[in-house]
Nanobody, 117 residues
Framework: QVRLVESGGGLVQPGESLRLSCAAS????????MGWFRQAPGKQRELVAS????????TYADSVRGRFTISRDNAKNTVSLQMNSLKPEDTAVYYC??????????WGQGTQVTVSS
């Protein structure tokens, strides 16, 4: 069974950057469209970015387009999310999973991102 482990979160000030990483325990993830999701307190989990299995196509939610960049390294079974110009409304727990529904693998523990001055 594939295990997803997210890392890289933290507390930053508005305008700063973070880079999140998702490590998958199985190579089958290379075949999947992967995405980064986030869940803020009291809100539903939402998809913020996705990337095709080959990395050739990416999609972004309107709220993060132009600030976030998703990438993947299939040789290492990792998916990353570069987050620039962070805003307080980006505060959430971030998860990776298959996109768009996040139903491909068991959810990991996520990584907390807090943007606050």
């Amino acid at each position: 069974q594939v295990r997803l482990v997210e890392s890289g979160g933290g507390l930053v000030q508005p305008g700063e950057s973070l880079r999140l990483s998702c490590a998958a325990s199985g190579s089958i993830v290379r075949l999947a469209v992967m995405g980064w999701f986030r869940q803020a307190p009291g809100k539903q989990r939402e998809l913020v970015a996705s990337i095709a299995s080959t990395g050739g196509t990416t999609t972004y939610a309107d709220s993060v387009r132009g600030r976030f960049t998703i990438s993947r390294d299939n040789a290492k079974n990792t998916v990353s999310l570069q987050m620039n110009s962070l805003k307080p409304e980006d505060t959430a727990v971030y998860y990776c999973n298959t996109a768009p529904r996040g139903s491909g693998f068991p959810w990991g523990q996520g990584t907390q991102v807090t943007v606050s001055s």
